[in-house]
């Protein structure tokens, strides 16, 4: 059974960058069937989508995003990243890390997400 | 904003069917398949419905999903109290190059 766990920094200060990871077992981030994505939620809202990256490398970003906001992955590790920078307290959100099929073209699990507060 | 459109607020009585909308565009749900989420209170979203009205394994038949043209619904039949829940439809959209969501709809079971 496949899981997605995030991970990193609960606490970002104000223009600074906020990286989290998440982390893929029982499966490999290197598989062809899937793209991996990144989805949050500001407290009390809705869901954002944020960007997604194949293992090959390729990125796909939020349009509003785009400007501040890196995807990679690392296959030696199984495990692919977030980089959002020059952020400010409407970023402040719970992140969570989705695999979306290529055959489904649907986000079908995730991880349970980790809250990252964007304060000084 | 959310580009796709869903009312805030749903409800109904256990056992009656209640459904919820999603209005889109050409640009989404007129060119590409509807998903539909289900997050209960304090977890993470559940794929509950995805390429317009197919079911992952493991969600009951209770749970349909229909489109026309720029719009989708979801509808649940004999409703349980374990359905209440956020729920969200996502799709592409073509023109931004990216998913959008819905805003979501609560659903209280009365």
């Known amino acids: 059974q496949l899981r997605l766990q995030e991970s990193g920094p609960g606490l970002v200060k104000p223009s600074e960058t906020l990286s989290l990871t998440c982390s893929v077992s029982g499966g490999s981030v290197s598989s062809s069937n899937y793209f991996w994505g990144w989805i949050r939620q500001p407290p009390g809202k809705g869901l954002e989508w944020i960007g997604s990256?194949?293992?090959?490398?390729?990125?796909y970003y939020s349009p509003s995003l785009k400007s501040r906001v890196t995807i990679s992955v690392d296959t030696s590790k199984n495990q692919f990243s977030l980089r959002l920078s020059s952020v400010t307290a409407a970023d402040t959100a719970v992140y969570y890390c989705a695999r979306r099929g290529n055959w489904n073209y649907a986000f079908d699990i995730w991880g349970q997400g980790t809250m990252v507060t964007i304060s000084s | 904003q959310s580009v796709l459109t869903q009312p805030p607020s749903a409800s109904g009585t256990p056992g009656q069917r209640v459904t919820i909308s999603c209005s889109g565009s050409?640009?989404?749900?007129?060119?590409?398949?509807v998903n539909w989420y289900q997050q209960l209170p304090g977890t993470a979203p559940k794929l509950l419905i995805y390429?317009?009205?197919q079911r992952p394994s493991g969600v009951p038949d209770r749970f349909s999903g229909s489109k026309s043209g720029t719009s989708a619904s979801l509808a649940i039949s004999g409703l349980q109290s374990e359905d209440e829940a956020d729920y969200y439809c996502?799709?592409?959209?073509?023109?931004?190059?990216?998913?959008?969501f819905g805003g979501g709809t609560k659903l209280t079971v009365l």
């Open positions: 990256i194949y293992y090959a490398g390729s990125t």
């Open positions: 390429s317009d009205y």
């Open positions: 050409s640009s989404n749900i007129g060119s590409n398949t």
């Open positions: 996502a799709a592409w959209d073509d023109s931004l190059n990216g998913w959008v």
